[in-house]
């Protein structure tokens, strides 16, 4: 009987997937995962086989996907990733937000909008568990500018101090920093520390958390990367809360 692992490993290569970010999906450490998958260390939890397993099902008999590692590792796939471009839907920050003191909350464009399949978490079958984000304001300064476009992947996973999607009770939606006080429930941060913060968020709802930043030409200076990426894991920060 095959063990748990032959498949794990199956699925994650078949679809592009690294082990990076299936320790994202389970909240496992990444060297972890990736010892457990080449059998040097044994879980002290078995179940977390299952929960690797259930975390790939999306992912079980498909194959077909434009690969994130795959791109990496070839040349070859790597032009092909990034020449083949996806629509997915499309969120901008209100301009209104420019001008008051209010947090610029996201409205849904008209239009999808279209990124390199290779920023896609299982390439482009899965462009419908994807949005992007184009930012207005400085709430989230240094590390997203104004016009900087975010790509987020959907999920029910809530990484701590991930930069996440989520909606308030009233249906208005947000990109900010997921944090858990020491002592606290969890809270909505802006990454400026002058920006909106929220500090209770029941009732609200997590979307999806951000997996590339692709940089606005206009705020890159000469030399300097256009794009944060790590391969489909979550985008994290520390942030005092």
């Given at each position: 009987m095959d063990h748990p692992r032959d498949e794990i490993t199956k699925v994650l290569d078949a679809n592009g997937l690294t082990k990076s970010w299936l320790a994202g999906q389970i909240g496992e450490d990444r060297q972890n995962v990736i010892n457990w998958l080449k059998g040097k260390y044994h879980p002290l939890d078995p179940a977390v086989w299952?929960?690797?397993?259930?975390?790939?099902?999306?992912?079980?008999?498909?194959?077909?996907?434009?690969?994130?590692?795959?791109?990496?590792r070839e040349p070859k796939r790597l032009i092909e990733g990034f020449r083949q471009r996806v629509a997915i839907r499309s969120w901008s920050g209100a301009m209104a937000a420019m001008f008051s003191d209010d947090d610029a909350e996201l409205i849904q464009d008209e239009a999808n909008y279209e990124i390199p399949a290779a920023f896609l978490v299982g390439g482009f079958h899965n462009a419908d568990h994807h949005d992007i984000i184009r930012i207005v304001g400085d709430s989230m300064l240094p590390v997203v500018e104004h016009n900087d476009r975010v790509v987020v992947f959907r999920t029910e996973e809530l990484p701590k101090n991930a930069i996440v999607f989520a909606s308030d009770s009233e249906g208005r939606h947000?990109?900010?920093?997921?944090?858990?006080?020491?002592?606290?429930?969890?809270?909505l941060r802006s990454i400026n520390p002058d920006g909106k913060h929220f500090e209770d968020i029941e009732g609200w709802k997590i979307h999806g958390y951000a997996v590339a930043i692709l940089k606005d030409r206009r705020n890159v200076p000469p030399l300097s990367p256009s794009v944060v990426w790590e391969e489909g894991s979550p985008l994290t920060l520390n942030i005092s809360a």
């Open positions: 299952d929960r690797m397993l259930e975390k790939l099902a999306p992912f079980r008999g498909t194959g077909e996907a434009t690969s994130n590692a795959k791109i990496l947000f990109l900010k920093v997921l944090v858990k006080p020491s002592t606290g429930r969890f809270q």
